[in-house]
């Protein structure tokens, strides 16, 4: 990827880093390398994430999933960094076969989903780290009851994934169901580039290797210096920022296909450095439609963002035709990537106007290798600030509470979730 932090500097916006600062934070990304290139060589729990692009064995991906390649439609129970990874890559460069997600247990929804899937024709990959999760084993159990209700034999059409022990793990042994192992020393937000990501993406026909050595040639290219690593300057100038107004980091792609990826990168950022009163509140947003609604508090709002201006610089096009209409002449003539263009620099001028931190990145189209350094860089990107401003980027116990108050309350064991100060 291509950073430019041009317009989060101090020379553009009254809340930008001075040149000076990013100067002395520059010895800090120095020390924060060290830590980290240890972390990844002692395969700490962790930095062991920026090893998967060499880890990852793509071939056992394959293999596993060899017996669903006849699925029409594939859906991937899982939630967080067990289905954000696989829908970001399957989103935005998967074939024909229906990807589907079910990361949340609204009864509605999975009813209008069941209602719609070919279940005979339909795999499905559980996807679970720990093996615990309430809303994944949830969703699961009834897609199963719903699969045998319609006659099909749930075991041949299921594919797990899992850490080495919990309740899947169990249920995988039980019923003797293909696996794939979640690698050790990997959290969920962290496991795009492992199986947990690329599963699915394979069966949906991703050049999941290409994935892999897209991610393998920004890793190749990192050194201890925000000027010569995108990631670090990437991560760098968002903590920058932070320290200063920036508690807001929104992510806004021009591109419809990479609207899961700013979804992604808000559990990157949240989970990770949401810690110890710290953290920066990451909001998604897409380009161009919401320069027609979130752009105005953008521009005119407080000065407490940095807003993330992602595109691809090639991909398809479409002409717009000509149309005799008075006032439209200006459109005749130009593609509609032409104006997707027109729109984004439109955006990031604007933005510069109003003194508002802007940081522009750049991919060279959306295709595996783009993709793959993508997520990887942003995850070095994430765990950079992480060691800047010094937090346990890999847990995530504020969410853990969340989810033992949940199953307390499910097995009658706390009688109320919170105090409440009611107004009907
Ligand atoms: O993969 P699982 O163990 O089911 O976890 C799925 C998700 O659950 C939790 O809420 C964690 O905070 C997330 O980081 C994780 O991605």
New binding site residues.
Partial sequence: MRVDIANALAETSPVGVPREALDRLDDRVATAHETIQNGREEDAFGYASLNLPETTDPDAIRAAVAPFADATAVLTV?????ALGAATLATALGDDTETYFLDNVDPAHLRSLLDELPLAETAVNV???????AE?LANFLVVREEMAAAGVDWTERTLVTTGPSGNLRDLAEEYDLPALDVPTGV???FSALSTVGLAVPAIAGVDIEGVLAGARSAAADMTGSLFETPAYAYGATLFALDRREASVAAMMPYAESLEPFAEWFA?LWA?SLGKDGLGQTPVRALGATDQHSQLQLYRAGPLDKVVTLLRPTTGPDHPIPNADLDGLDYLGGNSLRELLDAEFEATEASLAKSGQPTVTVEIERVNSESLGALLFEMEAACILAGELYDVETFT?PA??WG?ERARQLLRGESAQASDRLVVE
Wanted: proline content about 5%; overall charge positive; cysteine-free.
């Fill in positions: 899982g939630i967080g960094g067990s996807v679970s780290r720990s093996g615990t999760t994944t959290p969920g937000r559990q989970e995530q969410v853990e989810k």
